[in-house]
């Protein structure tokens, strides 16, 4: 059985050291002297050849030099992605969705937008939302219930897998708030007015997930994450049902249910998080309990070196 | 009027830079390699002339070579201690107690006992214990009220500004939740009984503390700190009194009541983070109303590079 640590280990991975002593390339874009993401040597590797970039293998930096504003940058990465696709360079890229995320820089401004599966190539941080929805405990002392989803077994990425009420990637264009009333409807069936009227935001998780065989595509590529959380009281006669193909089935699982599934590995490595830090906030993982209480609340809301959101 | 970063940056101070780099000294004991805690020079200049210590230049370690249980080395560290009482070197140990505060090395093992008012010379973590009482909304839709308390103007430290409902440190043979029942019961007058019965572990922050002139004694001295936080939900009828001579006075505040005060930096530093970090959970700051959400997140969760309880 896993620990909680092994948990946060399973979706934090990445070392807390200095990521040029580490091998990785620093990945910034022409003009601007702040990091947006690590680049491991693979990536590098083909980048390298690619027109408008540039590498200082002193500085240990790799520059997208095409390009001075927002749709300039994207345009440009656009099309090194493209041709990366075409040459079939990197097996993550055939989840091409025609999506892009957004990449920040300082002040919180945008600096360019990048296909959603090409970000853990240029390792940037990118941006989701997870929903607890949960029946509160009833007046005569019974227990809390979670509303948690099973994936799809099609799905590209951890398949089969236990998940959140409803989760997804806050894409360019869109905030956590829009993100969560679309994928809760899309997700698990529940009417945005529901949404709407009683999510309340309850923090963020952050955590610097490596990329490994679970995942899909290369193993090793990089991926700081930042999970904006919301908890949905729900009424009990409620049901979550799929209304998508993304999720298989609900099941409503007590406090206790979720705390085994977690230590069998059943859910998808960062709603594993979301689900430890809802513990620790609804105070079931306690510091009497948990050895490690500390240091798993200060890893599930680690300090990314980049500029966020 | 103060953003809620300001109120972040006042209670978390230390530069998040390698400590050396800031001309910081690493205090080890004999035996261990592990840094227990960041020392300035004006007490590394007392240290190097007390017998039983070691300073390394090069490695900018002070070591305490003294002792080999935990009962010696705290025996020891108090020698120190008490000799710079005597000669005067620190005013901060006017405030001495009598009390011990444990430091932790690897695995969560006590490596010695300092006295309370002391530690902030050795730049060791120390460990706290908030409690946030509260009345819930009634279910015809009003709002939560939260019993916040202002600190005697006697105090030594931070005297008239808000605190929590009850907030202590975790002492030498204590633990948080032996911590909340004692403090929650001289404080602010709660029954253990229903402290027992009703309050919830909601996580804990994490932060570095330089400490200033509001805190008395020297200015610069270094307090990494840990506070656990406790939710208590109490009926509307209770009412929170004083118990002892720290409190002056108690009030019952609305969210928005304590967003103003610590605008106006009411609440001292340290509550002021516990405040916010229940303002992020209970989703009245959120991504959509605080440009620095992420980042206040995670600076209230600051990894601190030393062994944590």
């Known amino acids: 059985m896993a620990s909680n640590l092994d948990i946060v280990d399973d979706a934090d991975g990445f070392p807390y050291e200095d990521p040029t002593s580490q091998g990785l390339y620093l990945f910034r874009v022409a003009g601007l002297s702040t990091t947006l993401g690590y680049i491991i040597p693979s990536v590098l590797y083909i980048l390298r050849d690619c027109p408008g970039w540039s590498v200082d293998e002193e500085q240990r930096t790799v520059v997208l030099e095409s390009g001075q504003t927002i749709e300039e940058r994207s345009a440009a990465i656009r099309k090194t992605i493209l041709a990366m696709c075409e040459k079939e360079c990197f097996s993550i890229l055939k989840g091409w969705r025609d999506e892009t995320f957004p990449v920040f820089g300082p002040g919180h ?43 799809a077994r099609s799905k590209q990425t951890f398949g089969g897998m236990l998940d959140s009420t409803a989760a997804g990637g806050v894409a360019s264009g869109e905030t956590p708030l829009s993100t969560i009333l679309h994928e809760c409807n899309e997700e698990a069936s529940l009417p945005s007015d529901l949404v709407r009227r009683n999510a309340k935001a309850a923090g963020a998780i952050t955590h610097f997930y490596v990329r490994d065989r679970r995942s899909g595509g290369e193993v090793g ?89």
């Not at 029946?135 to 219930?145: E, S």
């Not at 006669?237 to 705390?259: H, M, R, W, Y």
């Open 221 to 309: 590529l990089l991926q700081p994450e930042c999970q904006y959380v919301y908890e949905l009281p729900v009424p009990s006669g409620l049901v979550c049902k799929p209304n998508d193909n993304e999720v298989e089935a609900f099941q409503l699982l007590t406090v206790s249910d979720i705390v085994e599934a977690l230590a069998r590995r059943e859910f998808k490595p960062n709603s594993a998080l979301v689900m430890l830090d809802f513990m620790i906030r609804h105070g079931v993982v306690t510091s009497e309990n948990e050895k490690d209480y500390l240091e798993i609340i200060t890893r599930l809301h680690r300090r990314l070196d980049f500029p966020l959101r």
């Open 109 to 151: 401004e945008i600096v360019l937008h990048i296909e959603r599966c090409a970000c853990p190539l240029f390792g940037v941080v990118t941006y989701g939302v997870h929903v607890i929805a949960y029946v509160p405990a009833p007046a005569d002392d019974g227990a809390m219930k979670i509303w948690v989803s099973r994936r």
